[in-house]
């Protein structure tokens, strides 16, 4: 029997089983969003394939289907910047029962957005990485939820039909520095680097869905002393004398040029400086 989830009024995927997907790839950039597309795109400078059926793309997640298979080709999905620390949720989502088979576009895409994904999920060992809608995210008991693969490791999560979020397991393992596209199939961090990767993720991800005080408007420095350790770690981490592919100085240099830029560092001079 075909399932559906529905992505909108009027856009409608089915879930095909025992339809064998098109062999797709998960690449989480920078800590940021995380894309996925099929693996013989891999090899097009493009950073999109042209001429895909997309849902509206306006910088937030996005399905874009193959016109002549409607298979699903691309996905992208930035980390919201909301942040919900429920163990019962994670269990629910971690849990969620993957339907086998592919999705395909059963009507063609009016062109509206997905409901916005406003709340990220990730336990301390970042084992997993998820994004929910505000209608999961509010329910007052963790809801059931089925998800179906979108790439290795990354899943499209439903709630009674409807598209409620993504999530990607062990996405350490899909880190790379930003930049996109990327030939190389992903490769983890080895330990130790993979340890200190994770708590630098993890620690950025929390920090920067919180409250933080500008750098050049505080008056007393032990303000921003904690953002500026921090800082400092990532760029300790970004030391290139590591194992060739490994991705960690390069997602560490990301998070350090965030800190930066989108904390605010780049309006104060640094010590010294």
Known sequence: MVSTVTLGPGTVVEVVPGDAPEPSRGLWSGAQALRTRWARDLTDWAWSVEGLISTEDCGREALRFDPATGALREAFFPR???????????????????????????????????????????????????AVTDEVARAPEPPTLTCVAVATGVDLLVLEGRWAGWRAVDPVRLLRPMGWPELREPEGPEEPLRRALVDLVYDYMTLDAGPRPRPDEVSDPEEIAHLVSFRERARALADPAVPAGDPTPGVARDIAAQIHWGWGFFRVAEPGG
């Open 80 to 130: 919201p910047s909301g942040l919900l620390r429920e163990d019962g949720l994670l269990q629910a989502i971690a849990t969620a029962e993957r339907v086998p088979g592919s999705l395909r576009l059963a009507t063609r895409v009016r062109g509206e957005a997905l409901t916005p994904c406003t709340t990220a999920l990730f336990p301390l060992d970042l084992g997993l990485l998820a």
